[in-house]
């Protein structure tokens, strides 16, 4: 299958070979929402941590007598009901990580790959270069390219002068082809691609 190919002024320029086997398979919804818990999850550092009544320091001596008093009984002051007490079910720290089988991760990819593709959000430029690293040109570019909400642009290797020049723009995420995930890709209103990094997605996921 064929995708056409942009200058960064929007103007096609040529076209270029797929492979259909990357960008022409069907939609898998529920394969690629399982990805992207799966991912978020394993983002989770799981660290918290709160004490138990076990594990507050003080609270051994009962705090008034059990009758008489007048008011409600207590064991403790490190119960959970009192100011500096212990935490009913305390997080823990634990591992929220998921396992993700590879062949489940691929085929996830050339499903939203294929989708962004059909929706017109897949856009392939033939180059992406600056002049100087301004945020300014990016910019630019980005207007040429009609992008006015969230945006992925996915380059071949560390494109650094790139990379800086677009970190300001809230909006614009920036990435190497060859760490490309799912969850970037959906959570992208579109996907700027450069020509060699596109040449470099299908040579990975091509069946």
């Known amino acids: 299958m064929e995708i056409k190919v942009l200058d960064t002024n929007a103007k096609e320029v040529g076209v270029m070979e797929v ?3 990357v960008f022409g398979v069907d939609y898998n919804e529920p394969l690629i929402h399982q990805i992207v818990v799966a991912q978020l999850a394993n983002k989770r550092q799981g660290t918290k941590s709160t004490l138990t009544r076990t594990e507050v320091r003080g609270g051994g001596a009962k705090p008034w007598r059990q009758k008489g008093t007048g008011r409600a ?10 100011t500096h007490g212990g935490v009913v079910f305390a997080p823990k720290p634990r591992d929220f990580r998921k396992k993700i089988n590879k062949k489940m991760k691929d085929a996830a990819m050339r499903s939203v790959l294929s ?6 959000s897949f856009i392939v430029v033939d180059k992406f270069e600056i ?15 009609s992008v006015t909400k969230s945006a ?17 723009i809230p909006k614009l995420t920036t990435a190497d082809a060859a ?14 691609v450069t020509k060699e990094a596109v040449e470099a997605i299908a040579e990975v996921y091509a069946q």
């Open 152 to 168: 992925l642009l996915l380059l071949k290797g560390n494109q650094s002068e790139i990379v800086r020049a677009g970190r300001n």
């Open 19 to 21: 492979p259909e086997s």
């Open 73 to 82: 009984r207590q064991g403790s002051i490190r119960s959970p009901q009192w």
């Open 179 to 192: 760490l490309a995930n799912v969850y970037d890709i959906v959570r992208a209103d579109k996907c700027i």
């Open 115 to 120: 989708q962004k593709l059909r929706e017109g």
């Open 131 to 145: 002049e100087a690293p301004k945020t300014k040109l990016v910019a630019a570019i980005l207007d040429n390219l």
